[in-house]
């Protein structure tokens, strides 16, 4: 019989056993110790399914901190969603993602969020769970490597063929660059660790979007600066020594199909208090990118995004890759869920998602 219950001491042990069993991957103690239990904003949910004394499900709410209107509520960020191959389709992923939702209305979590994979996404969006689709954010490309474009051209299309790019507008945005003029009074500089300086700016422009997660210096040491993993580079813009803006990047390399890999370089984050800023951190990550030698830079962009127009202006272009962005309010107020549902409201970057 399989018993559905609240995560115990020792459960990591398993429920790394299942993870790696899954996704054929290599995700170690450290890790999960930096994702479930030294996020700053509380103990997360997680939910398990046991079967003789082994872990063959998981569900969980990572308690993350968002502004809606000026207001600071909970919402819990689901991810590593997992059930054995064995044990799918006989109710256990229903019931453990229940179980989370009681759970997660003692803790004061209002709303959950996350980015299913497409086989996930079918289950939350089934009448047993009715989560919502906010919708699918398109994933933004500017290809790199133009000052050698006949000896890239061979690694850039098989890219441009894995990220289901047309032919014509992958050639046609090759090469398109424009330049924009920036304050020459900022400097910019890397930024090694999140200070009060970060705190003084969250408050500046945590009311510029409706929906935020609070990127305040505690989230963002955790998130970037603490991550066990991934290595990230952060831009900060300075006027008369005051923080106006930050750019977070990170670049990893992408293997197409058994052929050459490809260097991908991700903007993670971008916060600024106008769009002169972040031209010019823009334009120190693309130092970096350029001397690292990058194939493609890729940023999220919903299609409200408030910076979506800036990134056409530099020479992002739409793919056709996308990430799924689902959300469930958990209060049953009409109000709440009327309002996340709406993906105007939503400021969503790669930072929110556990798989940058």
């Keep these: 019989m399989v018993d559905i219950r609240e995560y115990k001491s020792g459960d990591e042990k398993g429920i790394l056993n299942l993870f790696n069993e899954i996704y054929t991957a290599s995700r170690e103690e450290e890790y999960w110790k930096w994702q479930f239990m030294e996020n700053p904003w509380g103990e997360p949910i997680i939910v398990v399914a046991e079967e ?18 000026d207001k600071e509520i909970l919402a819990g960020h689901s991810v590593d969603t997992m059930i054995s191959k064995e044990y ?37 969006l089934g009448d ?12 933004l490309l500017k290809p790199y490597k133009l000052d050698n474009f006949l000896s890239s051209i061979i690694k850039l299309k098989p890219l441009a063929k894995a990220l289901a790019l047309p032919s014509t507008l992958f050639i046609k945005f090759i090469y398109k660059e424009r330049t924009m003029k920036i304050n020459k009074s900022y400097i ?30 505690k989230f963002l040491n955790w998130r970037i600066k603490n991550h066990p993993k991934n290595h990230y580079k952060t831009f900060g813009a300075y006027l008369e020594d005051e923080l106006m ?66 990134l056409v202006k530099l020479g992002f272009f739409k793919s056709r890759s996308s990430i799924s962005f689902v959300v469930k309010d958990l209060t049953q107020k009409k109000e709440l869920e009327n309002y996340i549902i709406n993906e105007k409201n939503w400021y969503v970057m790669p930072i929110e998602s556990d798989i940058y």
Excluded: H
């Excluded at 019931?95 to 209002?110: C, H, R």
């Excluded at 047993?128 to 994933?139: E, K, N, R, S």
């Design 52 to 69: 003789d004394s082994k872990i063959i499900g998981q569900c969980t709410l990572i308690p993350t901190k968002i502004i809606i209107n």
């Design 188 to 217: 910019f500089k890397e930024v090694k660790e999140f200070n009060e300086d970060f705190d003084i700016l969250w408050d500046k422009i945590k009311t510029s979007s409706q929906i935020m997660t609070k990127r305040d210096s």
């Design 245 to 310: 803006g930050y750019m977070v990047v990170k670049i990893e390399e992408r293997s197409l199909r058994g052929k050459s890999n490809v260097k991908l370089g991700s903007i993670v984050d971008m916060i600024g208090i106008d769009e002169s800023i972040l031209t010019g951190l823009y334009l120190e990550a693309k130092k970096y990118f350029k001397v690292e030698k990058i194939d493609f830079v890729v940023s999220w962009a919903s299609e409200s995004m408030k910076y979506r127009q800036f």
């Design 88 to 124: 799918r389709g006989k109710g256990i992923y229903e019931k453990m993602v229940k179980k989370s939702y009681e759970l997660a209305d003692l803790k004061g979590i209002e709303v959950r969020v996350g980015f299913p994979t497409n086989e996930a996404l079918r289950g939350l």
């Design 128 to 139: 047993d769970i009715d989560a919502t689709l906010v919708g699918d954010i398109p994933l």
